[in-house]
Structure formats: structure tokens, C-alpha cells
């Protein structure tokens, strides 16, 4: 299941970010906020890549620090964390200021200046302030929402975040209902510089975005972590289901699915795994998310050692430029790993992290690793240029079928 990555980022981050303060309550000793006024950057400073590179800086560091991160809808950056490596955090606003080096609202203050860039809070001293500025930033995200309304004509851009009680209604309703025109298939190509693209296999999904359109179209179902992801064990058995009653000779094997760790030891998995065929297993990726892994490395441990003696391969899904150089794929006992493409990886001062990733690729393997979310000819280029050989994306998709379509023309 093609499924979102990392920490949610959603209009109603501001409603979280309050709703977060106002319940720290006894737990603000020790904790600490940061607000990065992204939002003060000049408008060629502030495009999406940028912004998502300075969001997986903090993002990464969510974990160790017991953090909450929010991405709100002016482009600012809030985290909240447990002050455990000062000097950790330290860097990641300096690798962020640096990012944005050219803009003056980076500019480092003198003696007696106000940051522009970075505004500090000590949770527990600054607890009124903090509560203030939040929801003042609420309000700020509201109004602006019924200004654009009005001038588009539209209802609420917002979608209130998904609670346990509809959470437990949209259950009871993918429980029974067919799926089947949810299933979305994505190939894998092998992208040869004097071949034209191989598919090598399909990566299946259930489409969240229509999943939510069709069945709560009133709510964000992204907007809370821990509940999404209690829905994608939901989802995960309801894929195998559709798997093993399937009569499309396409996907019986060389595909991909995406599973939670806890799935692989299911009654459910088990049950899949034995309804295939004779040397189906050997052609089926199991893709796994990196955060999901390291929640309880144990179980994960013995689902990898299970899952590999039955025939599966494993992928590790989910990599970014932050995490490339910190994890090794053999040891942690994968087959293959994806790694996004962002354009960060092609930003000319990220020259050190461009070698980083030629390394990586070189003792991962050539052919171990997957470049995903490819939406340019700039990401092929540079994945070639690193060595991959594996592409998957969008502007892949549309470069076979513009293939496809012109070998159909008559001559």
C-alpha cells in the first residue's frame, strides 16, 4: 500500500498543535519548542523542496527527542521535544539556516537583535507565550481559510483530523465492502541507458486519497499518526483478501505490497502465504516501512527471518536523503530499500550529500536500490549518475506511455 511518509503534514496541523500545548499539561518540564519562521523566506527560497528538506532535518530527529513535529499551512516548522541533546538540535537549525544561506531572514542576529529565523521556547517558563502564539497562529490559519473560500466560492478548504469513534466506522465499513476498484499498480522499472524500460515488477495499493473520497470524504484520516496507522493493519488484511481472490493473471506474481511488520505474523498472512502458488513466493516483495522496523526491532527480527525462509523478498521502504549513510541494508537484512527522490539530492551546496549517496548506492548494491517518487527527468539523471538502475514514479509511467503510444502509430 503506497501509503504517507514520516509524520503527517496536514491543513489542520495548527488545530494539532494547540490541541498538542493545551494537553502537555504536568509533562512541560524539560520540554522545549522551536519555531522556524519559514514563512519570512523570500517566495524562490520557500518552494516545496525546499520546505521538504528543511522538514525531514527536524523530522528525523522526532523519535530520539519524544518530539511532535508541525507543518503549518504558512510553511512555518513548530517541534516540541524532551531537551535530551541540546547540541543535536543546535545543528539541525543551523543545517536548516545554512539551507536558506542567501536570504536575509537567515542572517544570524548581533547582540541584542531578535532571531527572524528561529524563536525559542522553554515549555514549562514560557508556557502562557507559547500557548498565545499557537493560537493565535490557529486563528491566523482560519481566517485565512474563509478568505480563500470566499474568493474561490468553495465551502472550508479544512477537514477536520479522523477521532476513534469514525475511525471506528470507516473499520466497519472497508471490513465488508470490495476494494477492488481501490487497487492501484505501479511498476518498477530497470532504466538501462541503451534499452528502453523494463518492468520488473508492480508495487500494489490501496489509493488512500480515493479511499477517503469515497467512504469519509468529511475527514482527514492522515491527521493522526497512531490512528492511521491502526487503519493500515485493517487495510493490509483486506489487500492479502483481495490477492488471494483475485483472477487477474497480472498480479499472481512479481509484485509488490506494502505491510506492517505485525501483519507478516498474522492468521491473515498466513493464510495468503498459503494459497500461492509453487515458486510465486520467490517473485513477491514485501515492502516495510523504516519506522515501523525500528518500533520493536525484535519482532521485526523474527517476521524478516520468517518471511525470508518462506521465498520473500524484503524492501526497505521509505529512505530519504536524511537517512541515506545511517542505514545498512545488510545488516538489517533486506533485499532491496526505495529511496525518494527529492531535488535536495540535486541542490549544488548539498555536494557533500550528492558523494553520500554515490556511497551509499555502491555499498548497498547497484542493484538493490529502488529511486521512488520520480516526478522529473532531473531524477533520472541524477539517480543514473549515482548508479541506480531501478526507477519508479510518475514520469516514468508517462515516458512507457508515450512509448507505447508512438509505436502504435501507424508509419
Known sequence: MNRPLGIDISSAQEYRLVDYI????????????????LSRLKPQHRREHHMRIAFSTFESRVKSFEGQIFRLANQDLFFVYKEVDPAAIDEAVMRVRYLFTEDPATREPEDGEADLFVTWYDVDRDFTRLLEVVRGLHDEAQKRTRRLAAIS?????????????KLGELID????????????????YALLTDRPPQPLFRELFISIGDLQKQVLPNFNILANRWLFQYLTETLDKRMLALLMRNDDADITHSFSVNLNVSTILSPEFLAFDASLKTGARGTIVIELQMVDIYADIGTYNFARDFARERGYRLCLDSMTELTVGHIDRARLGVDLVKLQW????????LAQAQQKLKDFVDQTGKSRVIMCHVDSEEAIRF?????IAMYQGRFVDQQVAARAAAAQRPR
Open 342 to 349: 527529492s531535488p535536495g539530492f540535486a541542490d549544488e551546496r
Open 153 to 165: 466560492g468553495d465551502g472550508p478548504a479544512e477537514k477536520p483530523p479522523i477521532n476513534p469513534h
Open 22 to 37: 493545551e494537553r502537555l499539561g504536568r509533562l512541560r518540564d524539560g520540554r522545549r519548542a522551536l519555531h522556524l519562521h
Open 383 to 387: 539517480g543514473q549518475t549515482a548508479g
Open 173 to 188: 465499513t472497508i471490513t465488508s465492502a470490495d476494494l477492488s476498484n481501490l487497487m492501484r499498480r505501479q511498476p518498477v
